[in-house]
Antibody, heavy 116, light 107 residues
Framework: QVQLEQSGAEVIKPGASVRVSCKAS????????IHWIRQAPGQGLEWMGW????????KYSQKFQDRVTLTRDTSASTAYMDLSSLTSEDTAYYFC?????????WGQGTLVTVSS | EIVLAQSPATLSLSPGERATLSCRAS??????LAWYQQKPGQAPRLLIY???KRASGIPARFSGSGSGTDFTLTISSLEPEDFAVYYC??????????FGGGTRVEI
């Protein structure tokens, strides 16, 4: 079955960067893209960006355009989300989700806490 | 950017009752609309896509309707496990996505 396994929780100081990984299994990684979506505690869902698993092409939300970088390692079937210049407003759960025209399978989420 | 407005914010119902959730788009999204269910501590789960198609494994009590700017998610008879938050999401400008603010279905 399709599984997306994300890296563990992080506590990051303001101004620093974070990397979250998303390891895919149960399907051909190159055949599907990955979305990254975040959710602040008790809040709604916010789309951050998308990476094509085969070509590596990316599309970013304008809100995060200057601070987010999506990459992937096809040999490891893993996608990565790097977010820089973190502030307390970036404290949130970060989800990866497989794109089958729709985000149909989701990772478990990674809590990133920004705190000094 | 296409904005999705969900109503009501909270729906208080009992098991066995019918739930009707609304999602309105700021401009037409055709049938490019999905619905997700999220329970505390869990990732969202895809329920409905293309406005009215049930995702794999989703019970028949969940149904979606609408097109253009007005969409509805109906749960015909609420089961205890259906009490959760529901989000609509559009992909008219795929791969960019936007989500509604959510509707909490509570007992």
């Amino acid at each position: 079955q399709v599984q997306l396994e994300q890296s563990g929780a992080e506590v990051i100081k303001p101004g620093a960067s974070v990397r979250v990984s998303c390891k895919a299994s149960g399907y051909s990684f190159r055949d599907y893209a990955i979305h990254w979506i975040r959710q602040a505690p008790g809040q709604g869902l916010e789309w951050m960006g998308w990476i094509n698993g085969g070509t590596g092409n990316t599309k970013y939300s304008q809100k995060f355009q200057d601070r987010v970088t999506l990459t992937r390692d096809t040999s490891a079937s893993t996608a990565y989300m790097d977010l820089s210049s973190l502030t307390s407003e970036d404290t949130a759960y970060y989800f990866c989700a497989r794109d089958r025209n729709w985000p149909d399978s989701w990772g478990q989420g990674t809590l990133v806490t920004v705190s000094s | 950017e296409i904005v999705l407005a969900q109503s009501p914010a909270t729906l208080s119902l009992s098991p066995g009752e019918r739930a009707t959730l609304s999602c309105r788009a700021s401009q037409s999204v055709g049938s490019y609309l999905a619905w997700y269910q999220q329970k505390p501590g869990q990732a969202p789960r895809l329920l409905i896509y293309d406005a009215s198609k049930r995702a794999s494994g989703i019970p028949a009590r969940f149904s979606g309707s609408g097109s253009g700017t007005d969409f509805t998610l109906t749960i015909s008879s609420l089961e205890p496990e259906d009490f959760a938050v529901y989000y609509c999401q559009q992909r008219f400008n795929w791969p960019a996505l936007t989500f509604g603010g959510g509707t909490r279905v509570e007992i």
